[in-house]
């Protein structure tokens, strides 16, 4: 049996550990088993790239973080554009056929299962397992990689709000989550933060000001935010999208965080600054509630091949 792995989109903490359960589980169910594992995601995929791997590759990485694979990320709405003759789906397919794969393995976020799904209505054999710290795939309790970024936001948080105290100031934390904001919301919660903003509500800056303004008359030393940085207000919910990005590009903020600092500074009397912990939150090694996830998960995906 031959099967194909390959990590697509953002990396995560546990695609390592994924692997490892998967490949382990496989190894134990049967022995006439190769692996073939694609470099960079669906790009390996498309171009051959690639390299055989046994089970000692995948021994000693159930703590590692990053993927031992590379990742890229092919955004799926380009998935069926032909640029200079190349077809990504039929070179996805010929390198398929030609290594005579049974079964190709995906690890992905929801544009990577877009496209893994794309080949499987073209007849190839997929088996998808669920990773982004967004833990924002349809049909899942809950994503790898995700409780790993809730325990690094979670510390970042925390940390803030020493500093913050010392100095009373209003921190804003802009978190990962571009659409969905449960990786805010569980940050937040655990890291007390005082205001929690999300994709899915959009808020109002004078209701948000006027807490921070209350909280402070009640004898509140210090303020945190946690936001998410795909946050929209509910003024701009009353755009199109392309008034929006015009709107966006013409105020030049860097992001979500900063174009809150610069609503906040203007309604309260008191200094603000804003923190990005960004790619960290998918960076380091997995938590131990996701490498017992994945490792479940990879047994899964095995019984499914």
Not at 128 to 139: A, H, Q, R
Not at 173 to 182: C, H, L, S, V
Not at 190 to 200: M, Q, R, S, T, W
Not at 266 to 282: A, L, S, T, Y
Request: glycine share 10%; hydrophobic share 35%; with cysteine.
């Amino acid at each position: 049996m031959r099967v194909g792995i390959l990590t697509s989109g953002g990396d995560c903490q546990a695609l390592n550990a994924t692997m490892r359960g998967l490949v382990k589980a496989l190894y134990q169910q049967r022995k006439d088993i190769e692996i073939i594992g694609f470099l960079k995601g669906y790009q390996g995929l498309m171009y051959e790239k690639y390299k055989k791997m046994s089970l000692s590759d995948f021994e000693d990485i159930l703590n590692v973080g990053g993927t031992i694979l590379g990742s890229s990320r092919c955004p799926f709405k380009k998935m069926r554009v032909i640029e200079d003759g190349f077809d990504k789906v039929e070179a996805m397919k010929k390198t398929y056929k030609k290594l005579k794969l049974d079964c190709l393995v995906v690890l992905g976020g929801n544009g990577s299962h877009k496209t893994a799904n794309l080949l499987s209505e073209k007849g190839l054999n997929i088996v998808t397992l669920p990773k982004t710290i967004d833990n924002d795939i349809n049909g899942t309790d809950v994503t790898f990689g995700f409780q790993s970024a809730i325990d690094i936001a979670t510390r970042t948080l925390d940390e803030l709000h020493t500093t913050a105290k010392s100095h009373g100031r209003i921190m804003i934390a802009e978190i990962m989550g571009n659409k969905a904001g449960w990786l805010t919301l569980y940050s937040g919660i655990a890291g007390k933060a005082d205001v929690i903003l999300i994709p899915e509500i959009p808020y109002n800056i004078e209701k948000i000001s006027q807490y921070i303004k209350d909280k402070l008359k009640n004898g509140r030393k210090h303020i945190i935010l946690a936001v998410a940085e795909g946050i929209i207000s509910q003024e701009e919910t009353k755009l199109s999208k392309k008034e929006l990005k015009q709107k966006r590009s013409k105020d030049g903020y860097i992001s979500a965080g900063y174009r809150l600092e610069a609503e906040l500074s203007e309604k309260i009397d008191g200094e603000v600054r804003v923190v990005v912990p960004g790619h960290i939150q998918r960076g380091g090694n997995p938590c131990a509630f996701d490498r017992v996830l994945t490792s479940r998960i990879g047994v899964k995906g095995a019984e499914l091949i």
